[in-house]
């Protein structure tokens, strides 16, 4: 398997940042880590060894990105302001650093993203602010309501970072069609964190709502952890 290291200096961030690339062709996979996780979890953790025959048989390249979590939804001692802060710069990392470093490489048009737990959160709310740019979603065992992260504090930003609120909010127009035309996946297991699984199920129902079609999955004897995740991914990559 094709493995390579990246790193750079990232203006949006002010900062260092790193990543992992497997595979030598295919649609690009932006996958993120879960909470406060580093770029190299998903090989460590095994999910890049889960798809080791979809990536050498060409039909998909991860990038296992960095996050930037422990600055922003985790540096609880920080303010709301510096913490969304950071949670924009990283949107901005993504959007006009990393998407241009992967069209740069993979002549692919075709950008699915995806993680688990914190990582599906991620790919949800980067897929859903830049539908343009975002073909298919794959969120596993995510979250999707960040108020509570701020609790009581709350703003335009903390808004426009959580899908609950913005998707809830959108109204009829270009947004709404862009993310209609995406392949969206929301999973969960019975085992799942209830948080979890309540807050799947709170997308779907919004999702739904608003005439957004999805796939929405609960599956049995399914938890919160990399086994079941690496199941649930083969069969929607």
């Known amino acids: 398997?094709?493995?390579?290291?990246?790193?750079?200096?990232?203006?949006?961030?002010?900062?260092?940042?790193?990543?992992?690339?497997?595979?030598?062709?295919?649609?690009?996979?932006?996958?993120?880590p879960t909470s406060q996780g580093r770029f190299y979890e998903n090989e460590d953790m095994g999910m890049v060894n889960a798809l080791a025959d979809?990536?050498?048989?060409?039909?998909?390249?991860?990038?296992?990105?960095?996050?930037?979590?422990?600055?922003?939804?985790?540096?609880?001692?920080?303010?709301?302001?510096?913490?969304?802060?950071?949670?924009?710069?990283?949107?901005a990392y993504l959007f006009y650093e990393v998407l241009p470093f992967i069209k740069g490489r993979n002549s692919n048009g075709y950008v699915i993203v995806t993680g688990c737990s914190f990582g599906a959160y991620h790919a949800v709310n980067?897929?859903?602010?830049?539908?343009?740019?975002v073909h298919k979603i794959i969120a596993l065992s995510g979250r999707y309501n960040?108020?509570?992260?701020?609790?009581?504090?709350?703003?335009?930003?903390?808004?426009?970072?959580?899908?609950?609120?913005y998707i809830g909010g959108a109204q009829e127009g270009d947004f709404?069609?862009?993310?209609?035309?995406?392949?969206?996946?929301?999973?969960?297991?019975?085992?799942?964190?209830?948080?979890?699984?309540?807050?799947?199920?709170?997308?779907?129902?919004?999702?739904?709502s608003k005439g957004i079609n999805h796939t929405y999955e609960v599956w049995q004897d399914s938890g919160h952890d990399w086994p079941y995740w690496f199941k649930q991914i083969r069969q929607f990559i």
């Open 1 to 32: 398997m094709q493995r390579e290291y990246h790193k750079w200096y990232s203006p949006s961030l002010g900062r260092d940042m790193e990543q992992l690339v497997f595979g030598h062709a295919g649609a690009p996979v932006i996958i993120f």
């Open 54 to 91: 979809k990536i050498d048989g060409g039909h998909i390249q991860l990038y296992c990105v960095d996050s930037v979590d422990s600055d922003s939804w985790y540096n609880w001692h920080a303010s709301l302001e510096w913490r969304m802060g950071r949670a924009n710069a990283y949107d």
């Open 126 to 133: 980067f897929g859903f602010r830049h539908p343009e740019q």
């Open 146 to 165: 960040l108020r509570h992260y701020f609790d009581p504090y709350y703003n335009e930003d903390l808004y426009y970072n959580s899908p609950l609120d």
């Open 176 to 208: 709404l069609w862009r993310v209609r035309q995406q392949q969206i996946n929301l999973l969960t297991g019975t085992w799942d964190l209830g948080v979890c699984q309540n807050e799947t199920r709170q997308l779907h129902d919004l999702l739904n």
